[in-house]
Every structure is written in structure tokens, then in C-alpha cells.
């Protein structure tokens, strides 16, 4: 492999922990180049809880960002994080990290196997929400499930949280480069006329959504 290839992953690895450090998280991130989300992605979503202060979070797949976000809970003086997680195995290791960092009182990780579930007439494998607390979202990002499953992969999850949004909620979708996730943009907004959409063009691309407050 040649050695730009290989330094690559090292290099987010430096800006991950950089921002963590920046946080206050000194305790080596659990940062893996092919899973975590990328240092540019995690900077806008923390910079987005910091600024915004919102007061819950859900996120679809657990891990450095849950840590990340959770942390801007404990700086903000409030808020709390709310994971879907699918895989057992790495909700506990999220749980872990949490309590590691003493975060746990800041997000909670929740068991969410994927489970066929029909929306809009197609049927996806999506995470089960019953255990999902009912409060209103101001803040959501989708990391999750992996694109592989399925197509549209990550479409569910407007449909299936919508009602529950905020007037000013902020929607972050990572990986919003890739042909799949672009075209999941284009099915939200063509259902949900109510959202602004800003592209950030981060190493694998950020859609950023926002409810309109004067949606009907
Ligand atoms: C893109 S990852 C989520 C990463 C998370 N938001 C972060 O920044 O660390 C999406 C899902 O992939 C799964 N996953 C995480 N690490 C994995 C690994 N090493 N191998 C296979 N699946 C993994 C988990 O179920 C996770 O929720």
C-alpha cells in the first residue's frame, strides 16, 4: 500500500483526538478510520451542540460521535443523547466509553435491533423505536445503519422520526457524498417541503437539514 494510503487513517485519527482533546476528552478515543464518523463530520456536529444547545439528541449509531456530543451535553450544562444502536456489542462498548469518560449521565445508548419495518410502501430493515423515549428532537443525526444493508438505508429515519422534531430541529446525515445518500436527500425533501438543506462538501460529505419554524 503506498505510504499516503497508509497515513491517511492516521491523520483523521490526530484530528479526532485533537478535537477531542479540545473537549476535554483526553482519554483515547475509541477511533476506528473505517467506522467512525470523520474529524470533519464530528466538528460540525459539535460545533452545531455547542452553538445550539440543544436539549435532546438522537443519533442512529453509536460510538465517538455519541461520546463527542455527549461531552458538549456536560459543557452545555444540559441536554442528554439518545443512540440507536443495533449491534449489542457495540452498545455495550459505547456504554463503556461512556462510563470511561464519566458521561453517562449525558446519553444513553438503546438497544435498537434493525427489524423489517414498511414506510412509504417499501420495507427496510430499520431500528425498532420502542424504547425510544417520547420527547421532541432538536437535534438528530443519522450515522447509521450501514449503507451495505439495504438501499436507502438511512431513509427511515426522517419518516419514522418527523413527527417528533422540533420547529428548528437541525438533521445531520453523514456520508451524504455517496449516490445513495444523495438520492435519500433528494426523497426527503420532495416529502418533507418543509426542510432546508445545505450540503457541506466534509471528506464524505454532510447534508445538513433544517425544519422551517413556519412549517404547517
Ligand atoms: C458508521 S457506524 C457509526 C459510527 C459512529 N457514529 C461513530 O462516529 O463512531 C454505523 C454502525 O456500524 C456498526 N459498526 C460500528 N463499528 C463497526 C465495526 N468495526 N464493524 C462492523 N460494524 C460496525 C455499528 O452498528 C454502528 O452503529
Redesign the pocket.
Known amino acids: 500500500m503506498p505510504a499516503t494510503e497508509s497515513q491517511a487513517p492516521l491523520t483523521d485519527q490526530a484530528a479526532c483526538i485533537a478535537l477531542g482533546e479540545e473537549l476535554g476528552l483526553n482519554k483515547s478515543l475509541p477511533y476506528?478510520p473505517?467506522?467512525?464518523?470523520a474529524p470533519d463530520f464530528?466538528r460540525l456536529i459539535v460545533e452545531h451542540a455547542r452553538q445550539a444547545r440543544p436539549n435532546t439528541i438522537v443519533?442512529c449509531?453509536?460510538?465517538?460521535?455519541?461520546l463527542m456530543l455527549a461531552r458538549c451535553c456536560q459543557l452545555n450544562g444540559g441536554g442528554h443523547v439518545i443512540s440507536l444502536?443495533?449491534?449489542a456489542e457495540?452498545a455495550a462498548k459505547t456504554r463503556a466509553e461512556l462510563a470511561r469518560y464519566g458521561l453517562e449521565d449525558f446519553a444513553t445508548v438503546i438497544d435498537a435491533p434493525l427489524t423489517t419495518q414498511t414506510v412509504k410502501g417499501r420495507e427496510y430493515q430499520w431500528y425498532v423505536l420502542k424504547d425510544l423515549p417520547d420527547r421532541t428532537l432538536d437535534m438528530l443525526?443519522i450515522?447509521?445503519?450501514?449503507g451495505f444493508i439495504q438501499r436507502h438505508s438511512r431513509y427511515p429515519a426522517l419518516p419514522l422520526l418527523f413527527d417528533k422534531l422540533a420547529d428548528g430541529c437541525t438533521v445531520y446525515l453523514?456520508d451524504a457524498a455517496r449516490p445513495d445518500e444523495r438520492e435519500v436527500v433528494a426523497l426527503w425533501q420532495a416529502a418533507f417541503p418543509g426542510l432546508a438543506h445545505e450540503y457541506v462538501a466534509t471528506a464524505r460529505g454532510c447534508s445538513i437539514l433544517r425544519m422551517k419554524r413556519d412549517r404547517p
Open positions: 476506528t473505517n467506522w467512525s464518523a464530528l443519533e449509531g453509536s460510538g465517538v460521535t455519541t444502536e443495533n449491534g457495540f443525526v450515522d447509521g445503519p450501514p453523514d
